[in-house]
């Protein structure tokens, strides 16, 4: 049984109606319609669409990113730990505001030199500031409930949970990244020890007692002292039942008084005035029970965000978007909700919660704040914003009478929190029907759409089947103008066939002719040939008689020139014989003469005239 703040609520109940409605198609229709857009947004995250961190059989972690619209994404995780498990040392990247949702441990934490520890209640709110170390022990009670813890992450007044480097570390991660050799000298063991730890790192979340317990709790003891210096063996002793000296106790929202309470549910708020350890944070919570048939009045947050987890049963949340914005950027959305489920609410946006006439709506939430206190502003109501406002000017911003204000304002002398019968159950309607129109909308728009892209088929069709057509019009044009090309082109090769016969048939008889004439010319060439060589031949032969009858006359000439100078020659001796002879004898005759007296003589000298005379003569006789 689980109870808060004097409402009951019957967890066989709960889960039976809670059955029911899951197992209905109307149910899984309306999630679909109803979360679209805000989960488009990012303004709701449904319980099993979180992400999976770690997951062991002692205990599991899960995350969720979820935006206000203005700032984030912010960052939660949902840790759940088994009776007796250990969520391990982790070194903390941003500060941790979370909040107890069951069951209970301890949580230790490093404070400057020195170690701290915290019992945890279900109820409790806490924070960590960022560089800190932490560690988490679930107790083991005869309930065995389960340690649920819901957190969110952010770095400052004035920003935000980092992603890229995620929420934490694990220590054992930090540690063993150094080699061996530094660790051997940092902690001064052997070097086999710390390839043992190397080789047994354990995961996130294990049992409280290991069976190899000895080893890993020194080795631990060991880590977590040489990283944060000093005495910390705070998480050891509480796992051996010792308890550490310096304890804390953390502030339970379900023991501190309600902001406001009536017969419909209450409402707590707790920020940086109320909570010390909140100070530097830019994070408040809040948690908010309605009874049965109940309603968180109309009203918006000027300075807040509001991130919300449904902590039991269901309702339903309307978000009225500024009517100036945008419909692409903000819309009026209802939504309806159940355990798990986290929701965003930008501020400035009016909201209203709604619980269903047979179920009760739990939920609690972080407030993201600015440097001023929030103050939520009511619409309706004793605290209603517009019962402070002229009702004149009330009257011409409605376009409505001063009696009309008055009528629609002081009916209302309740606040904060309504009842409301039915409201949820008129919301959900108004969701169907919302989603009845937005379905048909849609259906007509996917029909016209159908019809629309139906008809770009048809047309696409006819115009296709038109274009075959022509394109058939075309080929068979195509293939008719081929066909008639290659008759044509038959054709002319028929006849540049035949013309070409007949070129060859004529080259061939010009060829023939002209070998003929080649021939004639070349029988004529010949005989003219043979004529040039007969004639040469003649020429040569009668040159070569006339060359032999000039070579005979020479000849003859020669010899007889020859002939005729031996015969002179012959002529001259025998002249210069005779001429010997008639001296010879003339001296003889002269000397006969001398001898006979003078006579003589003179008869020689007459009878030599006569000499030369006669030779002469003689030589041309010879001569003729």
Not at 329 to 344: H, K
Not at 436 to 460: D, S, Y
């Amino acid at each position: 049984m689980l109870r808060l703040k004097g409402t009951l609520v019957s967890p066989f109940s709960f889960f039976a109606v809670f059955s029911i409605i899951l197992a209905s198609p109307t149910f899984l229709s309306v999630e679909s319609y109803s979360h679209r857009h805000a989960s488009t947004v990012g303004q709701l995250v449904l319980k099993h669409d979180r992400k999976l961190l770690t997951q062991t059989e002692h205990g599991e972690i899960s995350a969720a990113i979820v935006t206000d619209g203005t700032k984030g994404p912010y960052h939660l995780q949902f840790i759940t730990l088994e009776p007796n498990s250990v969520f391990l040392p982790v070194l903390l990247h941003a500060n941790m505001v979370f909040f107890v949702h069951t069951g209970s441990g301890t949580l230790s934490w490093t404070d400057d030199d020195d170690m701290r520890d915290v019992n945890l209640r279900k109820g409790d709110v806490y924070r960590l500031p960022e560089g800190s170390a932490f560690y988490v022990q679930s107790s083991l009670e005869a309930e065995r409930e389960k340690l649920r813890i819901y957190a969110i992450f952010t770095n400052a007044e004035d920003d935000i949970y980092e992603p890229s480097i995620g929420a934490y570390s694990s220590i054992t991660d930090v540690v063993l990244g150094f080699d061996t050799r530094v660790l051997q000298t940092a902690f001064k063991v052997p070097e086999d020890l710390i390839e043992i730890m190397r080789a047994s790192k354990p995961p996130a979340i294990i049992h409280a007692v290991q069976k190899e317990g000895k080893m890993l709790v020194e080795w631990q003891a060991r880590l977590l002292k040489a990283f944060l210096g000093g005495n910390r063996d705070g998480f050891f002793h509480s796992i051996n039942g010792k308890k550490t000296k310096k304890k804390m106790r953390a502030y339970n929202v379900l023991e501190a008084d309600p902001d406001f309470e009536n017969c419909n549910g209450w409402s707590l708020t707790v920020d940086r005035k109320d909570l010390h350890i909140l100070k530097h944070s830019n994070i408040g919570l809040f948690m908010v029970n309605l009874t049965k048939g109940s309603m968180m009045a109309p009203h918006w947050n000027p300075r807040a965000s509001e991130i919300a987890i449904v902590l039991q049963g269901q309702g339903m949340v309307r978000v009225v978007c500024s009517s100036n914005a945008k419909e692409c950027e903000c819309r009026d959305m209802r939504y309806r909700v159940r355990e798990g489920d986290i929701f965003a609410v930008p501020r400035f946006h009016p909201m209203a919660q709604m619980s269903f006439n047979n179920d009760s709506f739990v939920f609690m939430g972080f407030s993201t704040l600015t440097t001023k206190r929030n103050h939520p502003q009511f619409l309706v109501g004793k605290k209603s914003a517009l019962r402070i406002m002229d009702k004149q000017i009330l009257a011409l911003s409605f376009n409505v009478s001063n009696a009309t204000i008055d009528q629609l304002l002081k009916p209302q002398r309740e606040s904060v929190i309504l009842d409301c019968t039915s409201c949820a159950e008129e919301e959900e309607r108004l969701m169907m029907e919302e989603i009845e129109r937005e379905r048909k909308e849609e259906e007509e728009a996917r029909r016209k759409e159908e019809e629309e892209e139906a008809k770009k088929r048809r047309e696409e069709e006819e115009a296709k089947r038109k274009e075959e057509e022509e394109a058939q019009k075309r080929r068979e044009e195509e293939e008719e103008a081929r066909r008639r090309e290659e008759e044509e082109e038959a054709k002319r090769r028929e006849e540049e066939e035949a013309r070409r016969r007949e070129e060859e048939e004529e080259a061939k008889r010009r060829e023939e002719k002209e070998a003929r004439r080649r021939e004639e010319k070349e029988e004529a060439r010949r005989r003219e040939e043979e004529e040039e060589a007969r004639r040469r031949e003649e020429e040569d032969a009668r040159r070569r008689e006339e060359e032999e009858g000039a070579t005979r006359r020479e000849t003859k000439k020669r010899r007889e020139e020859e002939a005729r100078r031996e015969q002179e020659e012959a002529w001259k001796q025998e002249e210069e014989r005779q001429r010997r002879a008639e001296e010879a004898a003339a001296k003889g005759w002269r000397e006969r003469e001398k001898q006979r007296g003078q006579p003589e003589e003179k008869e020689t000298e007459e009878g030599g005239d006569e000499g030369p005379n006669r030779r002469r003569a003689a030589k041309k006789v010879w001569l003729i």
